[in-house]
């Protein structure tokens, strides 16, 4: 199927969650992280759900982060330049949502792309090669673009992955674990 195929049942798909799936998910993703060979790095960039489009909740793994004692980045969003820039999360920061719904920073401490070793990334549907579907704005793929060819990309998904992606541009950045519910995928 074709990434705008995907977006429109995925979407609707994640519509139909209740809450307490989305709790009960977002847990599950979080408890399979743990699995994952990525905890002795020192920099992790995650994004703060936007509860409006059930986004997979990431406080669980903000948790397990803060518990290992790392450092957790976040970002605010330009959309005229469809850039994202990146602040370190501090007992200090103060949250807000933007016209999108999206929780960001308000200002910080910036963080460049080159320190950043793993990324958490939002997604509405991912193949079995790694390519994934988002809101088909770019900024994670502008973002990962920048990041140093190591960092490692993680995907957080309620669903299991499809096949394939029919319409995979040449610019789209491939993740290296895409983590569900009740299975880790390697890529």
Known sequence: MTKAELRKIYKTRRKNLSENQIDDLSLAISNQLLKLPVWDYSFYHIFLAIEEQKEVNTDYILNILSGKDKNILISKSDFVTGEMTHFLLTDNTVIKKNKY??????????ISNDKIEVVFIPLLAFDKQGHRVGYGKGFYDRFLANCKPETVKIGLSFFEAEDEISDVFENDVRLDYCVAARKVYRF
């Open 101 to 110: 719904n999206i929780p960001e920073p308000i200002d910080g401490i910036e």
